[in-house]
């Protein structure tokens, strides 16, 4: 009986994890859309982010690093739901395919996506605080665990 019982309080915790899961939805990523920028005075580099605003179940993204004048790096990103949940997917330059991170944590203006078998960053974090982003890669490398924070203020989209 006592087994029997802790099953069935594993299979309800179970399902509220999911129903959790289900439960995200891509108008709650609303915060991400618009025009955010970082700079770095001393590496003489700046990283721009532009996100459309939420239609058709998705967001779109790009990204641009600027250094000492002249375009270092690029990545194309979108933010899509389906039946299976909601997905950051990114296609930076160096790569010839895209790479999804599912979104598992969605608080307010926080959301964490996650890709355990991606090489490197495993986890992409961002997180709004009034017109500042936060944006943070991370995961491990070679075994080693490590991280990189971009904070961006909100600019003009022009």
């Given at each position: 009986m006592r087994?029997?019982?802790?099953?069935?309080?594993?299979l309800l915790?179970?399902?509220?994890?999911?129903?959790?899961?289900?439960?995200?939805?891509?108008?709650d990523l609303s915060w991400i859309s618009g025009c955010w920028q970082s700079e770095n005075k001393?590496?003489?580099?700046s990283v721009t982010e532009y996100w459309t605003k939420m239609e058709g179940q998705s967001i779109f993204g790009v990204s641009r690093t600027i250094r000492g004048g002249k375009l270092a790096d690029y990545?194309?990103?979108r933010i899509v739901q389906d039946e299976k949940g909601i997905f950051y997917i990114a296609k930076p330059k160096a790569n010839p395919t895209e790479t999804a991170f599912k979104l598992v944590k969605l608080a307010g203006t926080e959301a964490i996506f996650e890709n355990p078998a991606h090489d490197f960053p495993q986890r992409i974090?961002?997180?709004?605080?009034?017109?500042?982003?936060a944006?943070?890669?991370e995961g491990t490398n070679n075994g080693k665990a490590m991280g990189f924070d971009f904070?961006?203020?909100?600019?003009?989209?022009?």
């Open positions: 087994m029997l019982r802790t099953g069935i309080f594993v915790l179970s399902g509220i994890c999911f129903a959790q899961d289900a439960a995200f939805k891509i108008e001393e590496r003489k580099s990545e194309y990103l974090i961002y997180k709004l605080d009034g017109t500042t982003m944006a943070r890669v904070k961006m203020s909100k600019i003009k989209c022009e």
